[in-house]
């Protein structure tokens, strides 16, 4: 998994140098079958960016403020997750 920090997308939507990095960046990423979370998405534009650039993961205040690792179990059941470790 390839993780990328919130300052590949913080100035996506008025930077265009921003989007050809992040286009280089997920398209090296594809090509070698790795999936990539992105961090920091906070606007609705910065969310279809990162699905046009074919992201299957983001976090970010867009979809949740911070939650405490004991809230967590609320929010899973919310969306029909499990709190599963990944290893």
Known sequence: IVKLDRSFIQ???????D???LKFITDISLALN????IEGV????????V???QIKY???FYYSN??????LEEVFKKYGLT?????
């Open 83 to 87: 709190n599963k470790v990944i290893k």
């Open 51 to 53: 699905l046009e650039h």
């Open 19 to 21: 989007r050809l990095f």
């Open 58 to 60: 983001a976090q970010g």
């Open 66 to 71: 911070a939650k405490k690792a004991d809230d």
């Open 11 to 17: 100035n996506i939507e008025k930077q265009v140098e």
């Open 42 to 49: 906070e606007t609705p534009t910065q969310e279809q960016i």
């Open 34 to 37: 790795k999936d990539i979370i």
